[in-house]
Each structure stands twice: as C-alpha cells, then as structure tokens.
C-alpha cells in the first residue's frame, strides 16, 4: 500500500514498490533481464545487513526510506 499514515517520516520500506517495478518489467514488458538486475540488486542490498523500521532485527543496520532507495540504486550500479 501507500502507507499516507507515515508519510515523510522516512519510515517507510520502498522494497516491495521496487520488486513490484521488476515484476512489471518481466511480466508485462518482457524485460527479464532488467527485472532480474533489479532482485539482485535488493537482494545484495539485504546481504549487506540494511533493513527498514519494519523488518529490522538485531544485528542489522536500521536504514530510512531514502537510506534504503539509494542503496539498491547503487547496488543496481554494481550488476
């Protein structure tokens, strides 16, 4: 959903609006190879530890909404 309860609290985790964006690049546009980059690229950034409010646990790095975008965009960079 949109979340408009939390909006620019730097809250919210943009992860599943980013993988939903991959699925519209496979599914509707035939676009495999630039949906798989995309799930790499979250799944790297997760590796790496980074999590939102909502899924943090222990021993990993709380990040905000921005924190959370760019590091995916710059693990984008690296695939």
Do not use: H, W
């Not at 992860?15 to 699925?23: G, P």
């Not at 790499?40 to 899924?55: H, Y």
Request: proline share 3%.
């Amino acid at each position: 959903g949109s979340a408009p309860d939390i909006a620019g609290q730097g809250i919210a985790n943009p992860l599943a609006t980013i993988l939903s964006a991959a699925m519209m690049l496979r599914y509707s546009l035939g676009e495999g190879s630039a949906a798989d980059a995309i799930e790499q690229a979250v799944s790297k950034v997760l590796d790496k530890g980074l999590r939102t409010g909502d899924i943090f646990s222990e021993g990993m790095q709380k990040v905000s909404t921005v924190e959370m975008g760019e590091a995916v965009v710059a693990a984008l960079q690296e695939v």
